[in-house]
């Protein structure tokens, strides 16, 4: 498992279609700024874009490599 801090000034995510047919959850900012989180599916995209956004971790994430 992959473990992701997150950051308190993210804010809100979206799930993006990345390159290779990978989704990413994404803060839609570039450079130093920019928050992304590749996982294999769809599904699995949208649970932790609710987890971010409602605020319901510890200040990190852990994502199935």
């Keep these: 498992m992959a473990r992701y801090d997150i950051p308190p000034n993210v804010g809100k995510v979206i799930v993006a279609v990345a ?38 971790h510890p200040g990190w994430v852990e994502v199935l490599a």
């Design 19 to 56: 390159g290779g047919g990978v989704y990413a959850v994404w803060n839609r900012k570039q450079g130093r700024e920019e928050f992304r989180i590749l996982v294999k599916t769809k599904k699995h995209a949208e649970q932790l874009r609710d987890t971010i956004n409602s605020k319901q």
